[in-house]
Nanobody, 124 residues
Framework: QVQLVESGGGLVQAGGSLRLSCAVS????????MGWYRQAPGKQRELVAV???????NYSDSVKGRFTISRDNAKKTVDLQMNSLNSEDTAVYYC??????????????????WGQGTQVTVSS
């Protein structure tokens, strides 16, 4: 069974740092883009950062210069280093991955997978 398992959320004071990690488990053929999204109370889920297989990154304007996304293709993981956190960063953070799953017999298909979410709370 394919899963995205997140870790690293928690409570931190404003100005502090946290590192989120997400690991893909289960049988997959390949991983394309990986990313982090977040959803604050009463708001829609929004993109935080995305990284391609080649390591090309894209960030939302609100986190540029403070957050860094990275991935390890061999370990099938994606991390989000968050620095200079402020109260507006408080949200549930979700890992996302575009996976290709299948076999030669059954064929390969793309799937969009999400982690269960991890809470990040920044106290002022």
């Amino acid at each position: 069974q394919v899963q995205l398992v997140e870790s690293g959320g928690g409570l931190v004071q404003a100005g502090g740092s946290l590192r989120l990690s997400c690991a893909v488990s289960g049988k997959i053929f390949t991983i394309n883009d990986m990313g982090w999204y977040r959803q604050a109370p009463g708001k829609q889920r929004e993109l935080v950062a995305v990284i391609t297989t080649a390591g090309i990154t894209n960030y939302s304007d609100s986190v540029k210069g403070r957050f860094t996304i990275s991935r390890d293709n061999a370990k099938k993981t994606v991390d989000l280093q968050m620095n200079s956190l402020n109260s507006e960063d408080t949200a549930v953070y979700y890992c996302n991955a575009d996976l290709v799953i299948g076999s030669i017999v059954d064929g390969y298909r793309p799937y969009d997978y999400w982690g269960q979410g991890t809470q990040v709370t920044v106290s002022s």
